[in-house]
């Protein structure tokens, strides 16, 4: 089985924004509201359900705790509290269904090599890119949103 970690963002911060409604380390109104479409909440890493789940809005810096740059983006979370993404779970089966961009980074924000997944089968690709000594950790984004989604550390 591929040695993979699954890095959600962690609970401090989405609790934090919960109770603030104002994001980390910005500061800046964060928006909550009913989920109007399917979009994966990054602590959980589960869909938010259209039409019957609350969810927030807020901007995240996705080196957050990796890297001195920051380079923030919009992400959601379920407004309601939910347990953060189990590290050693493997990739998120409620992710597979739509395209996601992989991208392999070297500490200190360098970009070595990304690729775009469709078909739901990750594993090959995330295991390629690890075969590489020149990477760190790998970027999971939406491909079609371009939004930050998780980290992927070995
Ligand atoms: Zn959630």
């Known amino acids: 089985m591929l040695n993979m970690r699954v890095v959600a963002i962690p609970t401090e911060i989405a609790n934090a924004v919960r109770e603030t409604l104002r994001a980390p380390g910005y500061g800046f109104p964060a928006h909550a509201e009913l989920a109007s479409d399917e979009a994966p909440c990054r602590h959980c890493l589960r869909l938010i359900a ?20 920051p380079q923030p983006g919009p992400v959601y979370i379920h407004a309601e509290n939910c347990p953060r993404y189990a590290a050693g779970a493997g990739f998120p089966d409620e992710l597979r269904g739509s395209p996601r961009t992989l991208e392999a980074y070297a500490i200190g924000r360098k970009l070595i090599a990304q690729e775009y997944v469709a078909d739901g089968k990750f594993e090959p690709a995330i295991e390629q890119l690890f075969a590489r000594p020149d990477v760190d950790y ?16 070995r």
């Open 138 to 153: 790998i970027q999971v984004h939406s491909t079609t949103a371009g939004c930050f989604t998780f980290r992927i550390e």
């Open 50 to 69: 259209a039409g019957t789940e609350k969810r927030i809005l807020f901007t995240y810096d996705r080196f957050a705790g990796v890297e001195k740059l």
